[in-house]
């Protein structure tokens, strides 16, 4: 089976500064990753997947991922924090499609 | 595209009473998955369709929850009867070429049960 897990349920950032976002992953295969954005009331938005093309993943609004196999990450990044950023972000894997917890991302002006 | 479409967006319900939730995917997806959000336990997979046939329903909680594809274009989501625990934002996704692949998500449908 596989799964994965995000570490920091909540991040603060202030705007402008580096976003990262983490994921690790568990899997005895070579997974599908994936990042989705959930704004208040609405539905998951797919940033970004991962499906072993290139390990340097770049998806909407400035956001990419890189997938590292020796460490088993697939960490989210963005170099500058835009307030329009603040939002709940999922990682997931494929198999059962399974989401993370979620990480609150809270942008301080 | 108008994208997934769920209806209704919010259902208050009292419980015992039956609910039926609405999906419409989006045209030419073949995967259709509903999915349950609450705090306690995030988003859970219920149920997916392939071409409008359940393919993995172990994510259904207990009998009380079923699920229908009677066409490409809609799906349904029905609990009976409902219970306070019940009370989730479930959302309805499609993907055009499955499990291994981005999903398009709906806006969710909020149920309280009261």
């Known amino acids: 089976a596989q799964s994965v897990t995000q570490l920091g349920s909540h991040v603060s950032v202030s705007e402008g500064a580096l976003v990262l976002l983490r994921c690790n992953y568990s899997s005895s295969v070579p997974p599908y990753l994936f990042w989705y954005v959930q704004y208040p009331n609405q539905g998951l938005q797919l940033l970004l997947k991962?499906?072993?093309?290139?390990?340097l993943v770049k998806g909407i609004n400035g956001f990419e991922a890189e997938f590292k196999k020796s460490e088993t990450s697939f960490h989210l990044t963005k170099p500058s924090a835009h307030m329009s950023d603040a939002a709940e972000y999922f990682c997931?894997?494929?198999?059962?499609?399974?989401f993370g917890t979620g990480t609150s991302l809270t942008v301080i002006p | 595209d108008a994208g997934v479409i769920q209806s209704p967006r919010h259902e208050v319900t009292e419980m015992g009473q039956e609910v039926t939730l609405r999906c419409k995917p989006i045209s030419g997806h073949d995967y259709l998955f509903w999915y349950r959000q609450t705090m306690m336990r995030g988003l859970e997979l219920l149920i997916y369709f392939n071409n409008n046939v359940p393919i993995d329903d172990s994510g259904m909680p207990e009998d009380r929850f079923s699920a229908k594809m009677p066409n490409a274009s809609f799906s349904t989501l029905k609990i009976q009867p409902s219970e306070p625990r019940d009370s989730a934002v479930y959302f309805c996704?499609?993907?055009?070429?499955?499990?291994?692949?981005?999903?398009?998500f709906g806006s969710g449908t909020r149920l309280t049960v009261v």
């Open positions: 991962y499906t072993s093309a290139a390990t």
């Open positions: 996704a499609s993907s055009l070429k499955g499990i291994n692949y981005g999903y398009t």
């Open positions: 997931a894997v494929s198999d059962q499609f399974y």
